[in-house]
């Protein structure tokens, strides 16, 4: 199967249903789910069908929309508690990413301002289809920005999928090497395949090579001696949550990443969307830590792997203190060092522009 970053797309609006790009079944299957109740969605999230932080919170939104045209009655206070009941249900999907809770604030927000039912049913599609929007244009430009780091020729590394089907288009710890390949650069990348359910492998491998990007897989235990062995400039990752002073929440691995790269001089740099900054949250310490089943670590392609009955630790996800990361790159640029005096600059900026 072979596609352009035209055509990729995680979440599809169809009015009154979702088609939503089924990532568990891929690299075998491209098959979209179509969606048309509200806990379709909750379930689609938590099961991992649609992941990556932005294409949760885009996912959530037009979950909420879908919502709306089923909702019958006109009292407008009864519509906006029922509103935010959903809001609340959504929000119990996965606790990590704040791309999620971001973009279902915003729908709640945009409701705020309505006048009637149908003025919110119509607002709260608006809103979905502007968070769905901005998020194209954001990892676009985070992509320009990040290849203002790299050279020509340059080989990465990457970890889990922070790609094109985990935004709304283009990704973020990938959209460098879509820029690139416009440009006519030559970028190419070692993917981590990222134990335990291998977004690396089945998602980051997929969609680059379908995009004729130059990538390498490796297991995540092949990662130092990589680094060490094949001249890599830099690691990028996406991220699910930057706390205020640039602590970050990535896929499980990041932070063992991270280390390695500092070990071994080699610069690591973090793509993240100002909808993934959480400045309420001051430090990683402060980030839920989602923990998944057991079985997505004791079984491989549905077959067991590990002793019935083994104790299993599954964190699905790492945080990687500030001091460790050499950059974070947003769409309205590149902030080094001093995260916690710098990071609210970008949002303040933001207001006035
Ligand atoms: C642009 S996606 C950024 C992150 O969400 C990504 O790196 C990641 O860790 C995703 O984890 P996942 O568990 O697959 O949702």
Redo the contacts with the bound molecule.
Sequence with gaps: MSFTQTEISSVRYRGDHLLILDQQQLPEHTVYLNVTKIEHVWDAISK?NV??????GIAAAFGLVIWTKQYKGEDLPAFLAALQKQHDYLATS?PT?VNLFWAIRRITEAAAKAESVAQAVSLIELEALLIQKEDEETCRKIGEHALSLLKNGDALMT?????GI??ARY???LAPFYIAKEKGWNLSVYANETRP?L?GSRLTAWELQANGIDVTLITDNMAAHTLKTKNIAAVI????RVAANGDTA??IG?FGLALQAKALGIPFYV?SPLS?VDLETKSGDDIPIEERPAKEVTHLAGKRIAPEGIKVFNP??DVTPAQYISAIVTEKGIVTGDYKNKLPKLFQEDQSS
């Excluded at 992941?51 to 949760?56: D, E, N, S, T, V």
């Excluded at 970890?159 to 790609?163: F, L, P, Q, S, Y």
């Excluded at 990752?237 to 699910?240: E, L, M, N, Q, S």
């Design positions: 991992l992941r990556g932080a932005p294409a949760i996965r990413a970890i889990c999928n922070a790609g985990a935004t990704g973020t710890a359910v977004q990752v996406g991220c699910d990535n896929k990041t793509a993934t699905a996800f």
